[in-house]
Each structure stands twice: as structure tokens, then as C-alpha cells.
């Protein structure tokens, strides 16, 4: 392959590789082992990557996996634990591995199998998917699914793939963008800095160049293609951007309480309170984004009823009554 071919390797399945390297060391793996090693980064190299582009495109990895639950564990020098110019890094199996007294039941696996199969196969690469595949090597053999289908459901939206492939080449995008209230969709020009996930939905967190000031786009509002363009910017940019954008989602939340009232032992209960506090009628759940509450509210039907705000409840209200409307059911 000449030197600076780009190599497009899907970010998820280079995750995936970092971590079973990770996990396979007790000693830990240096940086330049990683980069050198590693599939994903390996490929990269070999392409004609800088070294100071690859150790970025490593941090990010490294804040991606643990955001995402990843407990990656940095060993220093033993005499400097403080130096770390030569930090080995790891996964701790024992934090990350199944206890070897768990067994499953043809049952369980069945279960773990069909839940693999909930994601939809364009939502991951061939690799990524393999890890789904590994469950059969526990050697218990199942023979019937348990039901005779099971959802499909998307792991990302359409632009996640297109936004972090400019994330990492640190270019501006072009994509239409519509809000709620809005009859057509705006162009948004951004340079994106940071994908974040919260109350699980994935947000790109950027600088939009046409109003000179940062902002956080919901990738569900997307509703065209993201284009990468050539303009380029500074990729200092990124450096933090990930926390500043969750901080800022945390502060809209926090301004905006909703109190429920759900039914004990519901889907709605079992969402809902996970991210919510006691309240005396009910519980408190903070939201940022009225429009998007309202659709996850009036998703579980009787199961839940706003108290406040009003402004919600109405929302909810119209979300409902246009789903009676459209199934032809009587007011």
C-alpha cells in the first residue's frame, strides 16, 4: 500500500481490537506496542500516520472506552509511578470477565443470542460483530431460538459514522438540520469536535461556524446526508470537548424537572426511575429537550402521566391524540 493511502477502518471495530488487547496482558501494552500492533492503528501506521496523529487518535479511543464503561488501567514506571513516558496500559480482567463459577443454562444462552441479534447487522463491522459470535465458545449448545424472530434495532444514526470519520480528520461538515416548529430543515456548517451520548441518544457537539458559537445537535434531527468538506480547522479543538459538551447537556437537565407519576412495575417505571429522584407525588426526572421527553412520555401510553410541566404534559397530550386520531379510534 503507498505511504498515505488513507485506511478506513470502522472506529467500532478498532475499539473492539484495542480492548481484546488490553485484556489479553498482564504486564500491560506500551503506547508504541499499541500502535504498532494493534489492528486499526497497525493499519494506519503502515499508511503513513504521524505518530503524534496516531497517540490522539489512541487518547480518544482510551476516553471513548471508558465513557463507555471500559475500566483501562495506566501502570507507570515502578520507581516514578508519576513518569509516564513508558505507562503500559490494561483492562483488568477481573473487573471486566465473568467469574469462572457462572454458568449459563441452554435457556440464558438463548436469551444472550437473541439479544445479540437485536442489533442490526449495518450497525456494526464484520469484526465487531464476531465478538457478538464468541458466546458459543461457553459450549453449551442451543438448538431453538426462544421466539421465532427477534427486533432490529440501529446502534447509532445513519450520521454517527460520517461525523466521527471528520472528528478524527478534524473537518467541517455540512449537513440539513430541522427543529422542532420548523417546516424545512437549515444547513448546518459545523466543525465537530466531540460524539456524545446521553439519556441514550447520541448528540455531535461543535462549533456551528454560521452563528460563531458552539452548539449540540441531535443526530435524530439529521435528516440528510453529512458531508465532509475540505476546510479543516485546528484539532486542539477536540481537546476537552467531550466533557464540555456532557456539561453542558447536565446543565440543560438540570433546568428542566418534569414530575411524573408511573405505574409500579411498568417499562416506564423500570426506564424512568433510573434516572430519576423521589419525589413526594411521584419522581423528578430532569430532560433537556422537550419535544424529544414528550416522545419517549407518550411511547408507554397509561403507563405514566405528567404532573409538570404544563408545558410537557401538553406536548404529550398532542402526541397522544394524534395517535388516536390516526388509528381511527373514538375521542
Excluded at 1 to 12: F, H, I, L, Q
Excluded at 201 to 214: E, K, Q
Aim: hydrophobic share 40%; aromatic share 6%.
Amino acid at each position: 500500500m503507498p505511504a498515505n493511502t488513507p485506511v478506513k477502518n470502522p472506529p467500532e471495530e478498532r475499539l473492539v481490537n484495542l480492548v481484546v488487547a488490553l485484556m489479553a496482558t498482564d504486564q500491560g501494552l506500551t503506547k508504541d506496542t499499541i500502535l504498532s500492533s494493534v489492528a486499526g492503528y497497525r493499519e494506519q501506521s503502515v499508511a503513513g500516520a504521524s505518530k503524534d496523529a496516531l497517540e490522539k487518535m489512541f487518547e480518544r479511543d482510551k476516553e471513548s472506552l471508558r465513557g463507555l464503561g471500559v475500566p483501562i488501567e495506566t501502570i507507570g514506571d515502578w520507581a516514578d509511578p508519576d513518569d509516564l513516558r513508558e505507562a503500559r496500559y490494561r483492562v483488568p480482567t477481573a473487573e471486566y470477565a465473568l467469574p469462572e463459577d457462572i454458568v449459563f443454562t441452554p435457556a440464558e444462552l438463548a436469551l444472550l443470542n437473541l439479544a445479540g441479534g437485536v442489533w442490526s447487522e449495518s450497525s456494526m463491522s464484520d469484526d465487531a460483530r464476531s465478538g457478538l459470535r464468541k458466546i458459543r465458545a461457553l459450549g453449551i449448545a442451543v438448538d431453538e431460538p426462544i421466539i421465532g424472530y427477534s427486533p432490529r434495532i440501529s446502534m447509532r444514526d445513519p450520521a454517527f459514522p460520517v461525523l466521527h470519520q471528520a472528528i478524527e480528520q478534524a473537518r467541517v461538515v455540512t449537513f440539513p438540520y430541522l427543529k422542532p416548529g420548523e417546516e424545512h430543515p437549515r444547513t448546518r456548517r459545523v466543525q465537530p469536535l466531540a460524539l456524545v451520548e446521553y439519556e441514550a441518544r447520541w448528540h455531535v457537539f461543535g462549533i456551528d461556524l454560521d452563528a460563531a458559537a458552539d452548539r449540540t445537535f441531535l443526530l435524530s434531527r439529521v435528516v440528510g446526508p453529512v458531508t465532509v468538506t475540505r476546510s479543516a480547522f485546528d484539532p486542539v479543538l477536540r481537546e476537552g470537548a467531550g466533557e464540555r459538551a456532557l456539561r453542558g447537556l447536565e446543565e440543560v437537565a438540570a433546568r428542566n424537572s418534569s414530575l411524573l407519576e408511573v405505574n409500579p412495575g411498568t417499562e416506564a417505571a423500570l426506564r424512568l426511575t433510573r434516572r430519576a429522584t423521589p419525589a413526594e407525588q411521584g419522581i423528578r426526572v430532569p430532560f433537556v429537550d422537550i419535544h424529544i421527553f414528550a416522545d419517549e412520555l407518550a411511547s408507554y401510553g397509561p403507563e405514566v402521566r405528567v404532573v409538570e410541566p404544563a408545558a410537557l404534559r401538553e406536548q404529550v397530550i398532542e402526541r397522544l391524540a394524534a395517535a388516536r386520531d390516526l388509528n381511527g379510534v373514538p375521542a
